[in-house]
């Protein structure tokens, strides 16, 4: 099982729309949640950490069920400067890992 | 907005040659860390570097690979001998220190092209 799984997608949207973006980690030590979203051939840029109660910075949402071992970000109102690929990114911190691990993004595309 | 800086932006090297990336972190930040990502693929940690010295590496960063920082400001990513399998782009990143969660900023990435 991959270590950080995600919809590859591409998820092709209309701007206006609200598209929601599902993550599953398989390391139940996790303990650090992220959502970047990467442009083409450019860095990873952080859009948001991730927190136990859930929380929203503007039009973005973002979720972590423990239990599930499941994460999920919503963009409502979409952009069309919103097209990118999401990475959702996880860092294991048992014994002071800083490492983290990515999955695969899932892309986005916001039409006119 | 401080920022991570990395240079070259691409970098084109015969395969066996040594090459050096380099990285500026923000400034007060602690901990550095370098990533790769192939076309196509994930990104990838390599390594991480705390207090003059590895605090982490994977497995892709084998003896071919070490990392420095020779002075006060840079950090350099050294592979030895290079292969046509290490084409890829080379992220550096930098957090600060006071919790483990930090998030990770990342510099714009040398393209690395092994010929």
């Known amino acids: 099982r991959k270590e950080v799984e995600q919809d590859p997608g591409p998820f092709n949207v209309p701007e206006g729309a609200t598209v929601a973006f599902n993550c599953t980690y398989s390391?139940?030590?996790?303990?650090?949640f992220f959502w970047y979203r990467q442009d083409c051939r450019k860095e990873p840029k952080l859009l948001m950490s991730?927190?136990?109660s859930g929380n929203e910075d503007g039009r973005f949402t973002a979720q972590l069920n423990r239990a599930s071992q499941y994460i999920s970000l919503l963009i409502r109102d979409s952009k069309l400067s919103d097209s990118a690929t999401y990475l959702c990114v996880v860092n294991t911190r048992d014994t002071g890992r800083r490492a983290l691990t990515f999955g695969s993004g899932t892309r986005l595309q916001v039409q006119p | 907005e401080p920022e991570v800086t990395q240079t070259p932006s691409h970098q084109v090297t015969q395969m066996g040659q040594e090459v050096i990336l380099r990285c500026v972190p923000i400034s007060n930040h602690l901990y550095f860390y370098w990533y790769r990502q192939i076309l196509g693929q994930k990104v990838e940690f390599l390594v991480s570097f705390y207090n003059n010295e590895i605090s982490e590496k994977s497995e892709i960063f084998d003896d071919q690979f070490s990392v420095e920082r020779p002075d006060g400001s840079n950090f350099t990513l050294k592979i030895r001998s290079t292969k046509l399998e290490d084409s890829a782009m080379y992220f550096c990143?930098?957090?600060?220190?006071?919790?483990?969660?930090?998030?990770?900023?990342f510099g714009d990435g040398t393209r690395l092209s092994i010929l």
């Open positions: 390391n139940s030590a996790s303990q650090s």
């Open positions: 990143a930098s957090s600060e220190p006071e919790y483990s969660n930090q998030p990770q900023h």
């Open positions: 991730v927190y136990s």
